[in-house]
């Protein structure tokens, strides 16, 4: 059982930038693929942000952060990193850090129905 919580969100202005952390514990967090998704308005569904595989340098991006944000991890900490930048007012929701375990060859899955772990999310509000 992998427990996972998420650090690093809190209010910025539009064109700032923030480090979200995904802190994981339990189980064998190298083994898994992790990902971030947020929600606006709480209620609907999760929007992928990122997803990076159980080593990288796999990973994968929403349409709507490429190039702004990028997801790191450190095996050796057991923690997955988000880094925003260029943050714009639709960027605001709550970040919730999930993963699933995986096996080499699997790719990297972008439906929050594939993973199975997930923290308790962690506001990010960018005003404009």
């Known amino acids: 059982q992998v427990q996972l919580v998420e650090t690093g969100g809190g209010l910025v202005q539009a064109g700032g930038s923030l480090r979200l952390s995904c802190a994981a514990s339990g189980g064998t967090f190298s083994t898994h693929s992790v990902g971030w998704f947020r929600q606006v308005p709480l209620g609907k569904d999760k929007e992928f942000v990122a997803a990076i595989n159980r080593r990288q340098p796999g990973v994968r991006y929403g349409d709507s952060v490429r190039g702004r944000f990028t997801i790191s991890r450190d095996n050796a900490e057991n923690t997955v990193s988000l880094q925003m930048i260029d943050l714009r007012p639709e960027d605001t929701g709550v970040y919730y850090c999930?993963?699933?375990?995986?096996?080499?060859?699997?790719?990297?899955?972008?439906?929050?129905?594939?993973?199975?772990?997930w923290g308790q999310g962690t506001q990010v509000t960018v005003s404009s």
């Open positions: 999930a993963s699933y375990y995986t096996v080499w060859g699997r790719p990297l899955a972008t439906a929050s129905e594939t993973y199975t772990y």
